[in-house]
């Protein structure tokens, strides 16, 4: 036998069991036992819930529990996942993780559909002086208007294949992040990927991106490593610009194709002053 056979086979089925893992035991490791009406004491190995606590709470069997933490390849229920989901204390999103990860469907199918409309570019455009830009669930960069070139980053300098939030914001030296809080931004924009990539596991291009962010940043694995989720939100941001200075800016998601997970962001002003400078700054 060559040995090239006797290399184990890695597929997108053992890859999504080895994320569940994981996800479980983040989730149980931090909440702690006097929480849910454990009486602490005694000598824990690890952070959080023993699994047997899960397993009672939850009402399933502790074997059981124990397998799909594990990542074994055993069965799993609707309502099982729902109780330890109560159990977990998971929020919307991290729930819909777990049902992703575990292979149960929440709703209808996906659609095919992934092309880029091309009246978008037309729409951006017309969005001028309001920075805006196109991003699929990967944080590729689609596309974008001349005032997001301006007021953030001139993405026609940065190379095609190099057009990636993640990558930009934690590796490349093309940018450095031009809104204030970045670091609130970085750990939302990890945990966005990592709730996206439950729907992509195996896929090449969303491994080859992860593990090129793992291998060239230690603040990405640091992130990754925390197994949080999240979604695309719309909050107030605030944008320093070299020219105009501080920019006051609220972040607004409209899907162009929601089963494909793109979306455009704009950045509309919050106040008089950030409109007069983005005004200034794009049309000036």
Known sequence: MSLLSSVPVVTDKDERRRELSAFLRSRRERIQPDEVGFVPGGRRRTPGLRREEVAQLAGVGVTWYTWLEQGR?????????????????????????????????????????????????????????????????RYDVLAF????????????????EERNLLWLTFVSDEWRCAFIDHESIEQHMVAGFRAASAAHLGEPSWQD?????????????????????????????????????????????????????????????????????LNTLVDG
């Open 145 to 160: 208007n001349e005032a997001y070139c301006k007021v953030i980053l001139d993405m026609n300098e940065i190379p095609i």
């Open 209 to 277: 991106l992860t593990e090129r962010l793992l291998v060239n940043s230690p603040l990405f694995a640091e992130l990754w490593q925390r197994y949080d989720v999240a979604a695309p939100s719309a909050k107030i941001k605030v944008i320093d610009n070299e020219k105009v200075g501080l920019l006051r800016v609220e972040a607004v998601n409209l899907w162009v194709s929601q089963a494909a997970g793109m979306r455009l962001t704009t950045y509309t002003p919050v106040d008089d002053e950030s409109e007069a400078k």
């Open 73 to 137: 390849d055993i069965n799993v229920s609707a309502q099982v996942l729902e109780a330890i989901s109560r159990t977990l204390r998971l929020d919307r999103l991290e729930r819909n993780h777990l049902y992703t990860l575990a292979g149960i469907a929440l709703g209808p199918g996906k659609s095919d559909c992934s092309a880029l409309p091309g009246s978008v570019q037309k729409m951006l455009d017309q969005l001028s002086p309001y920075p805006a830009q196109v991003l699929n669930s």
